[in-house]
């Protein structure tokens, strides 16, 4: 086992070695300069223009410049913002909390409903409910979550007034970040309200975040029951006399769930993808939002510091679903 | 449109063995579209499709407005069923007084636009590719699955936010990223099929025969690789419309006046909670264009896979 997570540690160096290269290259392969366009169309001097290269290094050999990038980087540097002057890391340090919240809450959601759904749809399968549950799965599925999260604002905020437009929690509430995640600090933080008020303004960003995963996890679910429950030893067991929910729980459902493991695995980059529009759309102060505010108001410094991050974020929890995936499935780790 | 391609992977189907027998070709899409027909969803998404198709052909002539007009004196006009509508702007207008009904018509030749062109280059770079990864494997196949895997460790949308952002909004550019993000599970597909399809006997017959590398890649093995791309094509098509608008939506896509789809949602973002159709119309539009070619796509699943044909 120790072999087998070893190896495929091994095989991620070089994937992220290109991964740096990518970051790196994407702000000096420019057409145009950074340097002149963080001064904008004022335009600067000749000398305030060699003295700001010298800062940022750009006056050096690219190969030189990509070392001590990468050099910077194994002490855990990151760089630093050209705008805020904060270091990149500290940003996102800052920012994750926010994105790990509405992320982890948006697959709880997408599992604990997906799964049983798909169950559901698979054990009836042809009947009504079956096919009113994969209609609903392939509408979330072509989902524009952009346009969702719209949605749901002009209904449960405009129309209801239900819940908050945007944000993490009301102002009113003031409390300094123990954990990062709201729902926890906010209980810690011991003020009347404030858990409701996190809470509310989590519902809506979590509910558009899980649709999509939520509707891919249905249709594995389904799609691996289906392939599972005509197997012989699920017939076996109803043969013997078991109670078809333990059959279909206890039988089916384990290895049924191997392969969704894997797609589950899988959405951490479409999660990570739909928390850029999410957050956009919700004004969340996460790293999503962080990213196309260092788009637009050209910051290649957390640009490429943040692609950098979110790309080893990815490659590490897909080696961990990797893992995990070998325990529960020992036939592939050889 | 959709029947010539469809169309297509038979015709491909039938040249193997290099003999193309009308009959057999026949015979082969017939059986296809006994499967593709069986599947309900399938043929409502593709009547849907053909529809959407006919109405961006014939925007110009069935659209009521010019997309661009702005109609003076009537800024955000609620649809006709509600109460201040006006029977000539079916959909309502926007806030700059433009027929909502119109600019989405409009909408639609940008959609299939994009779907189309970003899946013909993802789809021709990521074959090339992925045959040659496939073909030849060693050192070639491992730097090209290294890159592959490079692009994929990126989230799609950000790595295709970042390249519009470097190449400069616009549609022509979006499309450019979004088929680069895309490639990579086309050269994943064509790579495996290839590895698959290269050690059959009708290939080493091919090759003793005296087939060339290229002609047994495009020749031979390439035909007998479709069925698995063309599902993909499908899929990839709704992804990169859903994209494309997601992009128009954060401001990096088609730019304003453009009547593209997400474009609008972007500009109609600020009268949310005052004018819903303007916000929600074009995210509908999208939602069914995509629905449609979704359904498509499981039914083009379930008629060219030949594993789940017989469950």
Known sequence: MLRFFISRLALLIPTFIGVSIVA???????????????AGERGMSE???????ALYGFDQPLFVQYFNYMTDLLQGDFGTSIVTKRPVLQEFLTLFPATIELSLCAIIVAIAVGVPLGVIAAVRRGSWLDQTVMGAALVGYSMPIFWWGLLLIIFFSGILGWTPVS????????????TGFMLIDSL???QAGAFKSALSHLILPTIVLATIPL?????????????????DYVRTARSKGLPPR???????LRNALIPVVTTIGLQVGVLLAGAILTETIFSWPGIGKWMVDSVFKRDYAVVQGGLLLIAAIIMIVNLIVDVLYGLINPRIRH | MTSTNTKDPNAAVGLEGGTVIAVTRRARLAEFWYYFSQNRGAVIGLYVFLAIVAIALLAPLIAPHSPSLQNRGFFLLPPVWQEGGNWSFLLGTDAVGRDVLSRLIYGARFSLFIGVVVVSVAVSVGILVGLIAGYFRGAVDTVIMRVMDIILAFPSLLLALVLVAILGPGLVNAMIAIALVQQPHYVRLTRAAVMSEKGRDYVTAARVAGAGNIRLMFKTILPNCTAPLIVQ?????????????ALGFLGMGAQPPTPEWGTMLAE???????????????????LITVLAINLMGDGLRDALDPKLKRS
């Open chain 2, 233 to 245: 094509a499908a899929l990839s098509f709704s992804t990169a419309i859903l994209d494309a608008a």
């Open chain 1, 215 to 231: 509707a891919v996890i249905a249709r594995q679910t389904r799609s691996a029951m289906l392939e599972v429950l005509g197997e």
């Open chain 1, 167 to 178: 944000g993490r929690i009301s102002l009113l509430y003031f409390f300094p970040p123990v």
């Open chain 1, 24 to 38: 790196f290259s994407f702000i000096r392969l420019l057409p145009g300069d950074p340097i002149m366009l963080l």
């Open chain 1, 47 to 53: 000398e305030r223009y060699q003295q700001l290269q």
């Open chain 2, 268 to 286: 109609a973002r600020e009268f949310i909670l005052r004018a819903w159709w303007v916000v929600t119309f074009p995210g509908l539009a999208i």
């Open chain 1, 246 to 252: 333990r059959v279909i729980g206890l039988h089916a």
């Open chain 1, 188 to 190: 810690l933080s011991g």
